[in-house]
């Protein structure tokens, strides 16, 4: 999982510990990934137009 705006930070659970090395790798490249695009950022855009616009029912189809 990623999270973060101001300092991103990326959080494993402990069994990561065990995963064969590509894995570990493949998963820190996908949470890199998500830090790249700013997905967290444009998550809460969403929500915020959601909560302007909740009585529309279009708002709630993505």
């Not at 101001?6 to 090395?21: K, M, N, V």
């Not at 493949?26 to 695009?37: I, N, P, Q, R, W």
């Not at 700013?38 to 959601?50: H, I």
């Amino acid at each position: 999982m990623s999270l973060g705006l101001f300092s991103p930070t990326i959080l494993l659970p402990d069994s990561a510990r065990e995963w064969p090395p590509e894995r570990q790798r493949l998963v820190l490249l996908h949470e890199m990934a998500h830090l790249k695009h700013r997905d967290l950022l444009l998550g809460l855009v969403g929500q915020f137009g959601r909560a302007l616009h909740w009585p529309n029912p279009l708002a709630w189809t993505g």
